[in-house]
């Protein structure tokens, strides 16, 4: 059974980049999968950020793509989100997620989140 | 900002059926998948597709879809139900993945 666990730093200076990474075990990331990164801030709602597919090919929020990185290490059997210029506005719980069915829409494997705060 | 619009909240008595919608123009031509989150835990896939529920969701979950809305409908509520519901679809160009704002289900 695939487990999805994000890691990275809890806090984040405004003006810096926010990195996180996805740890994907039970499975292999180079699977007929793409790999979703979404966001909630405290008391809102689910917002996407964007995904890879394993051979590299990435989609993202228009709202965020001048700030979003999302990247695939196969080696690892992981990915990563970077997001640039951080403000208070990206405090949030960010989760990885597999969407097995792309037209679909099946996210149907997500971690259990992490939490991010942007503050000096 | 979403462009699937959802009610913010609807109640339903212990035992009794409730819809939840979900608009958007999109859904003229994607499936709406549903998510049930709980406070302080990770979405969980309810719906998919044209209504098809993961294992061991319960089968009081059914999804439909007409036109420019999708339903995931509750019959026989449980307290356990409670929760915030989401849809979500591709966007209309089908590059990019959309979340509905939410809504938060009470069972009186």
């Known amino acids: 059974q695939v487990q999805l666990q994000e890691s990275g730093p809890g806090l984040v200076k405004p003006s810096g980049t926010l990195s996180l990474t996805c740890a994907v075990s039970?499975?292999?990331?180079?699977?007929?999968?793409?790999w979703s990164w979404v966001r909630q801030p405290p008391g809102k709602g689910l917002e996407w950020i964007g995904e890879?597919?394993?051979?590299?090919?990435?989609n993202y929020n228009p709202s965020l793509k001048s700030r979003v990185t999302i990247s695939v290490d196969k080696s690892k059997n992981q990915f990563s989100l970077k997001l640039s210029s951080v403000t208070a506005a990206d405090t949030a719980v960010y989760y990885c997620?597999?969407?097995?069915?792309?037209?679909?829409?099946?996210?149907?494997?997500w971690g259990k989140g992490t939490t991010v705060t942007v503050s000096s | 900002s979403s462009e699937l619009t959802q009610d913010p909240a609807v109640s339903v008595a212990l035992g009794q059926t409730v819809r939840i919608t979900c608009q958007g123009d999109?859904?003229?031509?994607?499936?709406a998948s549903w998510y049930q989150q709980k406070p302080g835990q990770a979405p969980v896939l309810v719906i998919y597709?044209?209504?098809n529920r993961p294992s061991g969701i319960p089968d009081r979950f059914s999804g439909s879809s007409s036109g420019n809305t999708a339903s995931l409908t509750i019959t026989g509520a449980q307290a356990e139900d409670e929760a915030d519901y989401y849809c979500?679809?591709?966007?209309?160009?089908?590059?990019?993945?959309?979340f509905g704002t939410g809504t938060k289900v009470t069972v009186l």
């Open positions: 997620a597999r969407n097995s069915d792309y037209w679909s829409v099946k996210v149907d494997v």
């Open positions: 039970g499975g292999s990331i180079s699977s007929s999968n793409w």
């Open positions: 890879i597919y394993h051979s590299g090919s990435t």
């Open positions: 999109s859904l003229r031509s994607y499936y």
């Open positions: 597709g044209k209504n």
């Open positions: 979500n679809s591709r966007d209309s160009s089908g590059n990019h993945l959309d």
